[in-house]
C-alpha cells in the first residue's frame, strides 16, 4: 500500500471511489449551518497529469454544491512528467490548481482539513469579469459511513439537528400593482 493509501484509509472525510452524484446525495442531507466537504477520487483519470486526481466536494452554507480537483503530486514524477511546473511542487501532497500551471500547496490529508477548518484555503465560489472570486471557506468535515450499506453519518461537529429551513415568501402589499399605480398616478 502506498503513502498516499495509508493516510486516505485513516482519513475520517476520505469516502472512497463514489460518484459525483453519491457525493451530493452524501452533502446534501448536511444541515445548512456550515460549510461540509468530503473528499473522493476523481473518476477519470487523464494520462497528461504528473499526480493522481481527486475532488474534494464541498456543500456552502449558500446549500450550493461545488467540486474542486485537487492533485496528490509526488515532486520526483512532477520533474520527469512535467519539469514546467515542477517549480510550483515543493513537496508531497495534494496541490489545488489557482490558474493554468499555478498550484498551490494544500498537503496531506490531515494538513487540509486543518487548513479547512480555519479557513486558510481560497475556493473559487464564481467569476466575475472572467477573473475567479476566491474566498477563504471555514469547512467541517463530512464523515464517511462506517457500514456503507446503513444510513449516512452526518458530521461529527454538528450539534445542530439536521432540519431544513423553508424559505418564507415576502410580504406581499394587499393592494394590486395596478391598483397602486393608478391611486398614486403613475
Not at 431544513?164 to 410580504?171: G, I, L, S
Request: proline share 9%; net charge negative; with cysteine.
Amino acid at each position: 500500500m502506498s503513502n498516499l493509501q495509508n493516510l486516505l484509509q485513516n482519513c475520517r472525510f476520505y469516502h472512497g471511489d463514489i460518484t459525483r452524484d453519491e457525493a451530493e446525495k452524501r452533502l446534501i442531507r448536511c444541515a445548512s449551518d456550515f460549510n461540509y466537504y468530503l473528499l473522493r477520487p476523481k473518476s477519470a483519470q487523464p494520462t497528461e497529469v504528473p499526480g493522481d486526481l481527486y475532488v474534494l466536494s464541498v456543500k456552502v452554507i449558500d446549500s450550493r454544491l461545488r467540486h474542486y480537483i485537487i492533485v496528490w503530486f509526488v515532486p520526483d514524477v512532477v520533474n520527469q512528467m512535467a519539469p514546467e511546473i515542477s517549480n510550483n511542487v515543493t513537496r508531497e501532497g495534494f496541490y489545488l490548481e489557482k490558474s493554468p500551471g499555478n498550484y498551490e500547496l494544500l498537503g496531506s490529508p490531515n494538513e487540509i482539513e486543518q487548513k479547512l477548518a480555519d479557513g486558510q484555503i481560497e475556493l473559487e465560489l464564481s467569476q466575475v469579469d472572467g477573473r475567479p472570486r476566491r474566498i477563504a471557506l471555514e469547512c467541517r468535515p463530512l464523515a464517511r459511513p462506517e457500514n456503507l450499506d446503513g444510513p449516512l453519518i452526518t458530521p461529527e461537529a454538528n450539534t445542530f439537528t439536521n432540519t431544513m429551513v423553508m424559505p418564507q415568501p415576502a410580504p406581499r402589499n394587499p393592494k394590486g400593482w395596478l391598483q397602486m399605480k393608478n391611486s398614486f398616478g403613475f
